[in-house]
């Protein structure tokens, strides 16, 4: 328990902004910004972790504002009378996430020229901001749920959900008038950018051709809604602009899954324990599980694993991948104890972050 608690405590977003951000001045890559300059600063902070990287930044500088957006079922450890709290759907969008990308919006075309905005974005942004584009809020929800449930990767997922979205990709700073920076708290194995929160104020590699082809691979046709299909087949013909491909504001991650591993290995290690880290363990779960089978066959007594499993839903159950992976390895450790558990606190369509 003293390995697994250190690693929740390594995702803390306090003790990462407090690196980036200092009461004059805030580092974002190789730009330091005097927050002098500025006449107000503005933060909005999207994501699970968007209340507590709010309240980190806000105890080091006095922002004017700002909205910050977490799931519906959290209780926000941040409380500020100059900002609007909103609670939105997770993890398939809902009103309240439609809501959130139109307040944000307002707010990104309010601010002044000399303003500077502060992006805070963590795992769970692409649920929690949504603008349908095309499409209707019910068919966005039941596409995400599909794709949720077909064992595709999160970047996957995340490619068809900024080409059904006015707002992901970065182009939710259409309006953006003013300086602005973004601290990212990345929950995907690659660290990709354009990944986490579907880059919503980044940019986007993906097209609409990629689209199709992640459709056709996992055998989605007849599933999703015709009105999904119609709309990504018209991008790929050129009659809908493609997502923004060079990224208009800098992006910094400022913790990875990484930090974690590395310091549950440095508690592992000073508990006395030989240790071995596998960082990106990928794909679905139960070959996951049995690559984690083979390798606690090895001298090592504390094997660690990091990464983003997947898993294909065939029926109405509740759970997540964590659990699942343990489900999978708990007939086959006699002796021996697993743990799998999401770092950000939420394990699919449940309230626990794993199982142990």
């Known amino acids: 328990m003293k390995i697994i608690r250190s690693g929740l405590q390594a995702a803390r977003p306090e003790m990462y902004v407090s690196k980036c951000v200092s009461k004059n001045h805030l580092m974002c890559g190789p730009r330091t910004l005097d927050a002098k ?26 922002a004017a504002g700002g909205i910050v957006v977490i799931p519906k079922n959290y209780d926000s450890v941040f409380n500020s009378k100059k900002f609007q709290i909103i609670k939105a759907g997770h993890p398939v969008p809902d009103k309240n996430s439609v809501l959130a990308a139109k307040k944000i919006s307002q707010l990104l ?24 584009l095309g499409i209707t809020l019910e068919q966005k929800i ?36 003013c300086t602005a920076i973004s601290y990212v708290m990345s929950d995907v194995v690659s660290d990709d950018l354009g990944s986490i929160g579907s880059g919503i104020v980044y940019s986007d590699k993906t097209t609409f051709f990629d689209c199709l082809r992640i459709i056709v691979k996992y055998k989605l ?13 018209k ?20 913790a990875s899954n990484s930090d974690c591993l590395d310091v549950m290995e440095k508690t592992a290690k000073k508990l006395g324990y030989k ?15 049995n690559k984690i089978l083979k390798l606690s066959n090895s001298k090592k007594n ?7 499993t997947t898993v294909q839903v065939t029926g109405n159950g509740k759970g997540g991948r964590n659990q699942q992976l343990v489900l999978h390895l708990l007939p086959k450790l006699a002796g021996k104890t697993a743990a799998s558990i999401g770092t950000d606190g939420i394990d699919g369509n449940t309230k626990d972050a794993g199982a142990i």
């Not at 905005?117 to 963590?122: D, N, Q």
């Not at 790929?236 to 400022?254: D, F, S, Y």
């Not at 880290?277 to 996951?288: C, E, N």
């Not at 504390?302 to 983003?308: N, P, Q, S």
């Open 275 to 289: 240790v071995l880290v596998h960082p990106k363990l990928t794909g679905d779960v139960a070959l996951a599980a």
């Open 235 to 254: 991008g790929a013909q050129g009659k809908i602009a493609e997502t923004p491909k060079r990224p208009k504001i800098p992006n910094q991650i400022i």
């Open 109 to 132: 075309g309010k601010m002044g020229q000399n303003d500077l905005v502060v992006f805070l974005i963590s795992g769970g942004s692409s649920s929690l901001v949504c603008a349908p």
């Open 142 to 177: 039941k596409t995400t749920q599909i794709l949720l449930d077909s064992g595709a990767s999160i970047s996957e997922i995340n490619a068809i959900r900024k080409h059904l979205s006015g707002v992901k990709g970065g182009k939710i700073l259409a309006s953006l008038r």
């Open 221 to 233: 046709q007849a599933k999703l809604p015709k009105s999904v299909l119609i709309q990504l087949h």
């Open 302 to 308: 504390c094997i660690l694993f990091g990464g983003e």
């Open 37 to 62: 300059n500025y006449d107000k600063i503005w933060v909005v902070a999207v994501g699970k972790a968007g209340d507590s990287m709010a309240k980190a930044f806000c105890k080091i500088i006095s």
